[in-house]
Each structure stands twice: as structure tokens, then as C-alpha cells.
């Protein structure tokens, strides 16, 4: 199927404007991370999308290659927040940071941009806050709409900050966690954010950590929602470029490794805390605005890319059987990448509903639930999901009891003996 319609070629870096990139790492065309097929669908006008990661030599943006159209990417959403208590106590400890550093008090305005079923907004009213959700997916902001959240179904823009403002008042924190990453234009949502902050609010985003893909070679949270890749210091200039001053990061463990930080008024009393220049002064350090730490990922992403396979194929054609363990979006950027397909994995076991039944983009393998699984054990889980490596090992003591194995892909393919084990190699410990 053609794309060219629904793709659009990065040249400005969305940050800075400049134009001097660094190719990092191509990893071909891939489908929708989150296109899940139906089985009695014909698969062959599946679209493939080209995925490349490049870096801005000004400001060390990472970037994709390409832009998908957020309207193909965005109205139907397959994507919703993980029912998993890691998740729950992440969402509680957002609360507790927020209101513990940023004096939100109860009935305090809270908008949250790209807010999904809801979840984190339920943790903020918990804690007696007035909440308004944004989103564009139809059917996620139907679910939130049902659970009381109320949730516009709109891209967050100035337009819309207007309109919330008039009818809500200003906010006391506009909150955005892992949706920055998949704007294209940053400048229009920090001039909504501009709008509506309250002159003591403060805008908080939670990203993955670049330095922690980097770090932990997680080039499977590259794909097509996921345009940008922050480093503190990049944000540092992208929110002082806009009026607003970087005040706050808190390193936390979800996704692999993200960092959620604040950034309040240019002209409010907030003063960044010394987190802020520590982790500049590690940036700066690690290198990050010389070109060979780039060339060194490239080379780690290409070494996973080739040995993952081979010890797949080593095992199964010892007649083991292997399975996936999860079917998160970040699964298909593995799968397709390293070519690893139903000749390989039998099925991907996962929780969440929408996807069973249905087969994964590009390498069609079958999705089933955890019933399954728990009647036909692999040898082997491939731990796809391996950001929630801790908890899943800790579930699955009956399979690991009995024999079986979990093969972790990053940071580099390994197997894993037992449950201490897992954390650790994932890096998620
Ligand atoms: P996420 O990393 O994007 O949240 O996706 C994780 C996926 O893994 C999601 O589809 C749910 C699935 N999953 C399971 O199947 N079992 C589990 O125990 C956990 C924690 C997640
Ligand atoms: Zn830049």
C-alpha cells in the first residue's frame, strides 16, 4: 500500500529549527506498532512506513526519519493504559510528587493531555482535585467519559486551551505523560499550555529517558507514535525557547527507564531543583553532543538485531517451542526488525482483551490470552513486555518452576535462569 499520502520527511528539527542531522540507525519499513490485524482480514495492503532514528546536531533532539499523520495514528487507538499494579503505584506516586512539590491543593484544575481510559486522572479526584481529560481517540475517550472522567476528544491546541480556560479556569498543572513524545508540533502545544497554566502552574510531561534507551540499547520504543527522544538538556532550551524554565525531574522506572519533569512560567517563583543541572552535567558527560555515542547504539541495535534471531533459531530447531510474553507495541518494532515471525513464536500471550483473538502487524503471529498460554507453555517466553520484567517473573513462578525459561531481547539476548534474574538483565530492577 502506498504511503507517501499519510508519511512526511523530517528536515527542521522540531525543537530547535536547525538542520544538520546525524543519521542514526535505519531500521527499515515497519508496520503501525499498534495495527493489530483481524485474522479474517486480507493482509496484504498492510502498510509499512519507513522508521529511522536521527539526531539533531544542534540540540541533540532525537528524532524519527518520518511523521505518520496523527489522524491515522491517533482516532482509533489500540493502545490503553496497562491494568498492572506497577502502573497503579507509578499513577500514585504522579499525585503525591505533584502535589508534595507544586502546592496543588484539593479542587486544584488538572488537565491531562493524551489522558487515554482515565486512569491517572481517577488517581488525582482520589486526592480531591478537580479534572478535565483531552484525547483524541474516540474509543478510549468513550471508556474515560464512562468511568467519570470527563474527556474532550480533541488534539490539544491553543484553540482548545481557550476554550478550557473559559469554561474551567486556568490550570494548576497541565500533565502529559508519554503523549509529548508523539507530537509533531511541539510549539503549538506549549502555547496552549502558555493559555491555560494558572501563573503558578507548572506543565508536567513524563517521556522515556534518551539517555536510558541509549543506556539499555531499548530500540524497540522506536516506532512510528514515538517522534522524539529527550535529553534533559534539550528540554532545558525547547521550554526556554517558550516561556517556560525546566524546574523539575524525577528519574522514574516505567518504560524502561523515563523521567518526568515540570517546567512552570518563565516569570513564576519556581527555581529549578539541583536535579536539573546534575543530570545536564551527566548529558554532557556521556558525551551526548559528540556523533560517536550514536554510532555506538547503532552498532549494540545491530548486534541484538542479528543474535536474537539466531538463538531463536537455535532453540527451536532443537525442538523448543517459543512464545511472547506480552503483545505491547514496542513488540513489533522488535519482531518485524529482526524478522521474527509465526516460524519462530507460536503466539504472544496478553492480558489485554482488544488484542486477543487478533494477529500482530507485519509478522502475523497470533495473539491469545493467558488461558491459553497456561494450556499450551512454550519452553520459552520471549519477554516482549520487558518493562513490566519484575512483575510478570513473579506471576509466572508456576512456569518457571516447571521448567521454563524467559529470554530477555535487551539489552542484549539473553536467557534467563530465574526470577532474581530477570529484573536485573532487563534493566528494570
Ligand atoms: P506497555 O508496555 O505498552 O504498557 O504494554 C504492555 C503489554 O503487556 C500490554 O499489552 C499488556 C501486556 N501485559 C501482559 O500481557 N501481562 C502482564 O502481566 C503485564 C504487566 C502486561
Ligand atoms: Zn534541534
Not at 297 to 307: K, L, S
Not at 390 to 411: H, K, T, Y
Amino acid at each position: 500500500m502506498s504511503t507517501n499520502a499519510t508519511t512526511r520527511r523530517v528536515t527542521h528539527c522540531r525543537v530547535c529549527e536547525a538542520t544538520d542531522w546525524q543519521e542514526v540507525v535505519s531500521l527499515g519499513d515497519t508496520p503501525l506498532a499498534g495495527g493489530f490485524l483481524d485474522p479474517a482480514d486480507r493482509y496484504d495492503d498492510e502498510p509499512f512506513f519507513p522508521l529511522g532514528l536521527i539526531s539533531c546536531r544542534s540540540c541533540r533532539l532525537l528524532s524519527l526519519t518520518h511523521v505518520v499523520d496523527p489522524e491515522v495514528l491517533f482516532r482509533v487507538y489500540a493502545y490503553t493504559t496497562s491494568e498492572s499494579q506497577t502502573m497503579r503505584t507509578h499513577m500514585t506516586r504522579v499525585v503525591e510528587l505533584s502535589r508534595d512539590r507544586f502546592a496543588l491543593a484539593p479542587q486544584s484544575l488538572i488537565v491531562e493531555i493524551g489522558s487515554n481510559v482515565g486512569d491517572q486522572l481517577i488517581a488525582y479526584q482520589r486526592a480531591g482535585m478537580r479534572v478535565l481529560g483531552v484525547d483524541p481517540a474516540r474509543n478510549i475517550a468513550e471508556i474515560a467519559n464512562a468511568a467519570g472522567v470527563e474527556t474532550l476528544t480533541e488534539f490539544f491546541d491553543v484553540g482548545v486551551a481557550r476554550r478550557i480556560r473559559a469554561q474551567y479556569g486556568p490550570a494548576k498543572q497541565i500533565l502529559g505523560r508519554h503523549v509529548f513524545a508523539h507530537v509533531d508540533d511541539i510549539a503549538e502545544v506549549l502555547a496552549g499550555a502558555g493559555e491555560l497554566l494558572d501563573p503558578d502552574g507548572v506543565f508536567t510531561i513524563e517521556v522515556p529517558y534518551a539517555l536510558e534507551m541509549l543506556r539499555r540499547n531499548e530500540f524497540d520504543t522506536i516506532y512510528h507514535e514515538h517522534l522524539s527522544y529527550f535529553f534533559i538538556s534539550t528540554l532545558v532550551a525547547l521550554f526556554a525557547r517558550h516561556g517556560l524554565r525546566l524546574v523539575d525531574v524525577e528519574r522514574v522506572a516505567v518504560h524502561g527507564g523515563s523521567v518526568l519533569v515540570s517546567a512552570a512560567r518563565a516569570d513564576s517563583a519556581w527555581t529549578p531543583r539541583p536535579i536539573v543541572a546534575e543530570l545536564c552535567a551527566l548529558e554532557e558527560s556521556t558525551d551526548i553532543n559528540g556523533d560517536e555515542v550514536y554510532r555506538k547504539f547503532a552498532g549494540t541495535v545491530a548486534g541484538t538485531v542479528r543474535e536474537l534471531p539466531e538463538l531463536l533459531r537455535t532453540l527451536v530447531g532443537s525442538g523448543k517451542r517459543i512464545a511472547g510474553y506480552g503483545a505491547p507495541a514496542k513488540g513489533n518494532t522488535l519482531l518485524n526488525v529482526c524478522g521474527i515471525g509465526a516460524d519462530l513464536i507460536e503466539y504472544c500471550c496478553d492480558t489485554t482483551p482488544f488484542k486477543q483473538g487478533k494477529v500482530q502487524p507485519g509478522t502475523h503471529i497470533p495473539i491469545r490470552g493467558p488461558e491459553y498460554a497456561k494450556a499450551n507453555p512454550p519452553d520459552y517466553f520471549l519477554l516482549l513486555a520487558w518493562n513490566y520484567a519484575d512483575e510478570i517473573i513473579q506471576q509466572e513462578s508456576d512456569f518457571l518452576a516447571n521448567g521454563g525459561r524467559f529470554i530477555v531481547p535487551v539489552p542484549r539476548p539473553a536467557i534467563v535462569p530465574g526470577a532474581s534474574d530477570a529484573g536485573r538483565i532487563a534493566g528494570v530492577a
